[in-house]
């Protein structure tokens, strides 16, 4: 069988939790948080983890226990109503207490994001000379993506390229370490790249996991930065430091 060869373990506490999870499948809907189907959400949310699983990322406890959570209101709501409410008052929603989480995290998220914004003006009314790589890479690709960004990025490139990735025996296994040399070359071969770009040459499914714990382990180690220009658009992949001719 295929396997992935200097295998990188990324632990998961290195970026957001299952509120910026649930938060990003939310919006990726365009739904409002009050609307949530939780059957929806739930089976979304389990695919991500389940792909976690599979790329070997070490999913922290948090993210388990938000699955469970989820999976007990998603059972309570399929139960009747029941016929002894006093009053004939509504019965709580199973949902109540997480919306009430992921308002009160949202608030938080957005105040972050001002804050950066407000970094960023800072920056450019008292900055430093721009290195090549930021004159090339654009000054409009200024928001750092999170691990979910890239996740839900990955899981775009799996179902459209479903038919070209899927399982091939090779004689050789996938060098991570091979791929992360690859993908620097590349971005300083161009100045900065579409993450979708980088996995056109993978042919199988083990690429494209090579590919991208390669992508994770050079952003993890600040070699590389992946961004957007707005939430939710393209991720371009641009280098930390000036190329070196």
């Not at 308002?103 to 994001?113: C, P």
Request: proline share 4%; hydrophobic share 45%.
């Amino acid at each position: 069988m295929n396997r992935i060869d200097d295998y990188i373990r990324i632990k998961l506490e290195l970026f957001e939790g299952p509120l910026d999870l649930l938060l990003h499948l939310i919006r990726s809907q365009q739904i409002d948080i009050s609307a949530i189907s939780i059957a929806r959400i739930t089976d979304q949310y389990l695919e991500t983890i389940e792909l976690m699983k599979e790329l070997d990322l070490d999913v922290a406890g948090d993210f388990l226990v938000m699955a469970a959570t989820l999976i007990l209101i998603k059972s309570r709501m399929l139960l009747p109503p029941s016929e002894n409410t006093a009053d004939n008052l509504e019965e709580e929603d199973p949902r109540e207490e997480l919306i009430r989480r992921l308002k009160q995290y949202e608030l938080f998220k957005e105040a972050s994001l001002k804050l950066e914004d407000m970094e960023q003006i800072r920056h450019r009314m008292y900055s430093r000379p721009s290195t090549p790589d930021e004159i090339q890479g654009g000054k409009d690709w200024i928001i750092d993506v999170s691990l979910v960004d890239l996740l839900t990025a990955l899981k775009d490139i799996i179902i459209r390229r479903k038919d070209v990735i899927a399982h091939i025996v090779r004689p050789s296994p996938v060098s991570v370490r091979e791929k992360m040399t690859r993908i620097l070359e590349l971005i300083r071969e161009n100045g900065t790249l579409l993450f979708s770009e980088v996995f056109d040459d993978a042919s199988s499914r083990q690429d494209v996991i090579a590919t991208f714990l390669a992508i994770l382990e050079l952003v993890r180690t600040q070699l590389i930065r992946a961004r957007q220009r707005c939430l939710m658009s393209d991720i371009r992949l641009v280098l930390c430091k000036p190329r070196q001719e």
